[in-house]
């Protein structure tokens, strides 16, 4: 939904432990995928996002024990850095879609430089990747793939998965398909993708508190179609006339954008302006939640919580976060107490809001701790 890490948008992170070999060629893969970027450092770290914009193992020994945390965590994010290497994923045979909100460079701040190898894709259809906001082959399933087809590509025998939004819904997935490849898991803004999530946010649940953002996404439908507005704008986003899909576009991602914050961004706003990054926002986030985010069953990620129970986790939730309500942090928190459960009380959905960025910092450089020090 809404976006990194950041698997974004938002987005997610992935470490391994020994210090990466040589980084080979990104150009022998398949045809067209996913763009990446990379800082090399020590250890490994993937990060894949949404938007905000919605991926971050048992091997190492790394169980989920109490941690005390004996000394100061930092919490400031870290100087802007650049990678030493881009090129495009090309994975074997699935598409990659996910909410389509792209990375962005802001969204290695959250990482040590010094410790960890950064790594942000954009996924299928989102961001640089190509096609732009292609539907096709691209699924929940197919992201796993391509994450792992990274993952392998780059010789990296297991990470730390770090999303938010959408991006906690693919690194609870990818997580649950591959938990011996997962060192530890930071999650924030959590989204399960159940039918109840939808509808809160899609369906007319959040404009009890925005009623003013709301009516605009409302209007846009005509009063016949709106039993249903994910239908009706899927109906529009995949219209043949692409100044349809463009005006559909901007009427979901703002309605998104003005609700992704406590209080109101304009800069986080104006992105409901660009027609380029709203097309594949709307689309592919439209396209996910029609097909029930391709899981077999609505709490699919609650059921499977068992196969990632042993990995350490810390869920970071803003308190009033209007676009991934607290009940899903709850419900996980319930199904998973051993994970460590920050709640902030003072911020929205935002990952760059001041209380998550200082939580999700802190949650990362307790991993790191615990990587150097042992558990």
């Excluded at 997610?12 to 040589?22: C, I, R, T």
């Excluded at 045979?93 to 996910?98: A, D, E, N, R, T």
């Excluded at 010789?155 to 530890?184: D, N």
């Excluded at 039993?227 to 463009?246: M, P, V």
Aim: glycine letters at 6%; aromatic letters at 10%; proline letters at 7%.
């Amino acid at each position: 939904m809404p976006t990194i890490m950041s698997l974004l948008g938002f987005t997610s992170s992935l470490v391994s432990f020994a210090p990466p070999p040589p980084l080979p060629s990104l150009t022998p893969l398949l045809p067209s995928l996913s763009c990446l970027s990379i800082r090399r450092r020590n250890p490994l770290l993937l990060s894949v996002r949404n938007l905000d914009y919605k991926c971050e193992s048992q091997a190492s020994g790394l169980y989920m024990e109490p941690v005390k945390e004996s000394v100061e965590l930092n919490r400031n994010l870290y100087a802007n850095i650049e990678p030493y290497e881009t090129g495009f994923l090309k994975p074997v045979v699935f598409l990659h879609g996910g909410p389509g909100g792209g990375t962005a460079p802001s969204n290695r701040r959250f990482f040590d430089p010094e410790f960890y190898r950064i790594i942000l894709f954009d996924q299928r259809g989102a961001g640089k990747s190509t096609p732009h906001a292609s539907l096709e082959e691209n699924t929940t399933w197919d992201l796993i793939d391509d994450i792992e087809k990274l993952r392998e590509h780059l010789k990296i025998p297991e990470w730390q998965v770090f999303g938010g939004s959408w991006g906690s819904t693919l690194a609870l997935a990818y997580s649950q398909s591959h938990p011996e490849k997962v060192t530890g898991l930071v999650l924030r803004g959590i989204f399960l993708l159940r039918k109840k999530e939808i509808d809160w946010f899609y369906e007319g649940g959040a404009a009890a508190i925005f009623p003013d953002a709301w009516e605009s996404f409302r209007d846009f439908i005509p009063e016949n179609e709106r039993g249903c507005f994910i239908d009706a704008y899927s109906k529009r986003l995949n219209s043949d006339d692409l100044e349809t899909q463009y005006a559909a576009a901007r009427a979901w991602t703002k309605w998104e954008m003005m609700t992704a914050h406590l209080l109101p961004n304009e800069e986080t706003v104006k992105r409901g302006d660009d027609d380029i990054f709203s097309l594949a926002f709307a689309r592919i986030e439209n396209h996910y939640f029609v097909n029930k985010g391709f899981f077999p069953s609505d709490s699919f990620l609650l059921e499977n919580v068992d196969k990632i129970r042993h990995i350490n986790t810390t869920i970071v939730q803003g308190r009033y976060d209007v676009c991934c309500p607290m009940m899903s942090a709850w419900d996980l928190h319930k199904a998973w107490p051993e994970a460590d459960l920050k709640v902030v009380p003072d911020a929205g959905h935002s990952a760059n809001e001041p209380g998550i960025t200082a939580e999700l910092v802190a949650a990362n450089e307790k991993l790191k701790n615990i990587i150097k020090n042992g558990p």
